[in-house]
């Protein structure tokens, strides 16, 4: 792979990765640091907009009535007000949730210059209440077009919050190891390339309940065909598209090579049930394969795709000629 920071530009609509600035060694630059710099670039891009404010409700003792108050049950506590009431303000949840992951993340940055970066963004979410960032936490945020702007600052957050704290000590240093979800970069990847390449109806993820039918016995539970994508109309694709983070070609028992035949037999699912063609994208890990079969009356495309050229311009291309095949 040529740049895992380029890749997850694409994937997840970031900004690119910076700019070389000065050398770094390996005693000042640990390898997992071009996620955090690309984190801290994005939220610096971020703050550049303007932090969102948003009504948070909130619930304190004052000297005053403001918003709703409540009974105060203990005489002793006056003439303070137990008041409730909503004010608009920079705490959201949104930006709760940015500072609580850069806060986790700085002590694990080594290099001056990439921790001066998130000093600087965290002095901007000073009047922001810390919390402990948790994935769930995430999955309640709801993306309106008032903070949509958020969400790549997000979704590379929510990607350092899944893959950061292992680290090993065996050795004689200590150093972080990082692990991100591979298959997920990859489909969100292809997923925006087929857009770039101007193809307007990609469908990620859609779910096929009526393939499967219960016809008699128990327990009557339902089966759905989910496919990465489609390309098309829901109801009338034009071609659904597998993908695999994984090599295309197996040894088999002879010393030769032959292809995966359970992805092939999934394929075959999704274009009988479907009733279009379909294609299953690989990375090249190692040999190079474009074939074509003829399943069911459905052509069926096994491909491969080089991560190694700069500006990832194989998956353009590929992209490129799955819009002009459609």
Same mark, same amino acid.
């Given at each position: $792979?040529?740049?895992?920071p380029?890749?997850?530009?694409?994937?997840?609509?970031t900004?690119? #990765? #910076?700019?070389s600035?000065g050398?770094a060694?390996v005693?000042t630059?640990?390898?997992?640091e071009w996620?955090?710099v690309q984190?801290? +670039?994005?939220v610096?891009?971020l703050?550049? +907009?303007?932090?969102?404010?948003?009504y948070v409700?909130?619930?304190?003792?004052?000297p005053f009535?403001?918003?709703r108050?409540r009974p105060v049950?203990? #005489?002793?506590?006056l003439?303070f007000?137990d008041?409730e009431? %909503?004010d608009?303000?920079?705490?959201?949840?949104?930006?709760?949730?940015l500072?609580g992951?850069? *806060?986790?993340?700085a002590p694990a940055?080594?290099?001056?210059a990439?921790r001066r970066?998130y000093?600087d963004?965290?002095s901007f979410?000073?009047?922001? *209440?810390p919390?402990?960032?948790?994935?769930a936490?995430?999955d309640?945020?709801?993306?309106?077009?008032?903070?949509?702007?958020?969400l790549p600052s997000?979704r590379?957050?929510?990607?350092?919050?899944?893959?950061?704290?292992?680290?090993d000590?065996?050795?004689?240093?200590?150093a972080p190891s990082?692990f991100?979800? $591979?298959?997920?970069i990859w489909?969100?990847?292809?997923a925006?390339?087929?857009r770039?390449?101007?193809i307007l109806d990609?469908? *990620?993820?859609?779910r096929?309940?009526s %393939?499967f039918?219960?016809?008699q016995?128990? #327990?009557?539970?339902s089966?759905?065909l989910?496919?990465?994508?489609?390309?098309?109309r +829901?109801?009338?694709p034009r $071609?659904?598209?597998?993908?695999k983070?994984?090599p295309?070609?197996?040894p088999?028992?002879h010393?030769?090579?032959?292809?995966?035949n359970?992805?092939l037999y999934q394929m075959? @699912?999704?274009? @009988?049930?479907?009733?279009c063609?379909?294609?299953?994208?690989?990375?090249? $890990?190692?040999?190079?394969?474009?074939?074509?079969?003829?399943?069911?009356g459905?052509?069926v495309?096994?491909?491969t795709?080089?991560l190694?050229?700069?500006?990832?311009t194989?998956?353009r291309?590929?992209?490129?000629?799955?819009?002009?095949?459609?």
């Amino acid at each position: $792979m040529h740049s895992l920071p380029e890749l997850l530009t694409l994937a997840y609509r970031t900004l690119a #990765p #910076p700019p070389s600035s000065g050398v770094a060694t390996v005693e000042t630059t640990t390898p997992s640091e071009w996620l955090l710099v690309q984190l801290a +670039r994005e939220v610096h891009e971020l703050l550049g +907009r303007g932090l969102r404010n948003g009504y948070v409700e909130r619930r304190e003792r004052l000297p005053f009535v403001r918003g709703r108050t409540r009974p105060v049950l203990n #005489p002793a506590q006056l003439p303070f007000l137990d008041c409730e009431y %909503a004010d608009f303000i920079v705490d959201t949840p949104e930006n709760r949730l940015l500072r609580g992951v850069l *806060e986790l993340l700085a002590p694990a940055v080594r290099n001056r210059a990439v921790r001066r970066l998130y000093d600087d963004a965290l002095s901007f979410l000073l009047n922001v *209440e810390p919390v402990l960032p948790s994935l769930a936490q995430f999955d309640r945020i709801s993306l309106t077009r008032l903070n949509r702007h958020y969400l790549p600052s997000l979704r590379l957050a929510r990607l350092a919050l899944e893959g950061a704290g292992v680290v090993d000590s065996a050795g004689s240093s200590t150093a972080p190891s990082y692990f991100v979800l $591979m298959w997920q970069i990859w489909e969100n990847a292809v997923a925006a390339a087929l857009r770039d390449a101007q193809i307007l109806d990609v469908l *990620e993820k859609p779910r096929y309940g009526s %393939a499967f039918v219960h016809e008699q016995g128990q #327990p009557n539970v339902s089966v759905t065909l989910e496919p990465d994508l489609v390309l098309g109309r +829901r109801l009338s694709p034009r $071609m659904v598209i597998d993908l695999k983070w994984a090599p295309v070609l197996l040894p088999n028992r002879h010393g030769g090579l032959r292809l995966r035949n359970s992805h092939l037999y999934q394929m075959a @699912t999704y274009v @009988t049930a479907l009733d279009c063609d379909g294609l299953l994208l690989y990375p090249l $890990m190692d040999d190079a394969v474009n074939a074509t079969y003829v399943f069911n009356g459905h052509r069926v495309t096994v491909r491969t795709v080089d991560l190694g050229q700069t500006g990832l311009t194989d998956l353009r291309n590929a992209a490129a000629d799955i819009a002009a095949a459609l």
